[in-house]
């Protein structure tokens, strides 16, 4: 069995390659072997899994995935982040043939080597919504996950409606799965230390509400319905429905004095279904 990294050795890799931990990439690495293993357990990590992770950084949740996955599969922006991991790994008692890097951006990725079965990861805080709603669109194969996130991010994703939370990613990651919240993580075993909390989201995959087609037309709504969030539907979506949207927002039994913040995906695909009418 292999060994996970400690805060003096994350810390004396990135020196030896000259990582200096960016905001600009939202890099924070962990740097708690407990806090990995905390979250690869909330996760359901099987060893049949293949295990996707975003964003590996230095290494840190990456070993304790290979201390229970089949195999790991890493998509990494930072071409020295790539690189190095790999030889950490071996250095570190695991296979790294069950160990496939892919030196991208998370938010181009298309294809994987592997089809992966679970998603975890530290996601970079400027960009984690974006990532988790374009892995869940592009591969299906996953079927649960957790993410750790910044803690007003995971409000966002896991709130109802009503709440001051909810808003067009809480309604779009409901598209594909079902989420909540999975605790907080200290900010003590980040480095460097950010200046908000974290928290991490699981979630668990159903079938999509729809086709592809009808989710292109339904995000459209719910963008235009967020975007001025304090406007009555019948003003927010005017432009979508070229000035008639009152009649189109009733006729999907919708009361057009609602607000998007009040309604559930269910109520987005019905005003979707008459936009394409």
């Given at each position: 069995m292999g060994t996970l990294l400690?805060?003096?050795?994350?810390?004396?890799?990135?020196?030896?390659?000259?990582?200096?931990?960016?905001?600009?990439?939202?890099?924070?690495?962990?740097?708690?072997a407990n806090t990995c293993r905390r979250i690869v357990k909330i996760a359901?990590?099987?060893?049949?899994?293949?295990?996707?992770?975003?964003?590996?950084?230095?290494?840190?949740?990456?070993?304790?995935?290979?201390?229970?996955?089949?195999?790991?599969?890493?998509?990494?922006?930072?071409?020295?982040?790539?690189d190095e991991l790999p030889i950490t790994v071996a250095s570190h008692g695991f296979d790294v043939d069950r160990l496939h890097v892919q030196n991208e951006d998370a938010l181009t990725t298309q294809t994987l080597p592997a089809e992966p079965t679970v998603l975890v990861a530290n996601l970079p805080y400027n960009v984690?919504?974006?990532?988790?709603?374009?892995?869940?669109?592009?591969?299906?194969?996953?079927?649960?996950?957790?993410?750790?996130?910044?803690?007003?991010?995971?409000?966002?994703?896991?709130?109802?409606?009503?709440?001051?939370?909810?808003?067009?990613?809480?309604?779009?990651?409901?598209?594909?799965?079902?989420?909540?919240?999975?605790?907080?993580?200290?900010?003590q075993v980040f480095w460097p230390t950010p200046n908000v909390d974290s928290s991490l989201v699981r979630f668990v995959r159903h079938d999509p509400a729809g086709s592809e087609r009808e989710r292109q037309v339904t995000f459209r709504v719910i963008d235009a319905a967020f975007a001025q969030r304090r406007k009555m539907l019948r003003s927010a979506l005017s432009q979508l429905f070229?000035?008639?949207?009152?009649?189109?927002?009733?006729?999907?039994?919708?009361?057009?004095?609602?607000?998007?913040?009040?309604?559930?995906?269910?109520?987005?695909?019905?005003?979707?279904?008459?936009l394409e009418q």
């Open positions: 400690g805060a003096a050795e994350i810390r004396e890799i990135a020196a030896r390659i000259g990582v200096n931990p960016t905001k600009k990439l939202g890099q924070n690495f962990v740097v708690d359901d990590v099987r060893s049949d899994d293949v295990a996707l992770e975003i964003g590996p950084g230095l290494g840190s949740l990456t070993l304790a995935l290979l201390e229970i996955a089949a195999s790991v599969v890493a998509v990494e922006i930072d071409k020295r982040l790539a984690s919504v974006p990532v988790l709603l374009h892995f869940l669109e592009k591969f299906p194969t996953i079927r649960s996950g957790v993410v750790m996130v910044q803690s007003e991010v995971a409000d966002r994703l896991v709130a109802v409606p009503g709440s001051k939370s909810y808003g067009s990613p809480s309604v779009k990651a409901t598209w594909w799965a079902d989420l909540t919240g999975a605790g907080n993580v200290g900010r070229s000035g008639e949207a009152e009649q189109a927002i009733l006729s999907a039994g919708i009361a057009p004095t609602a607000r998007g913040e009040t309604l559930l995906l269910r109520d987005f695909i019905a005003i979707a279904n008459t």
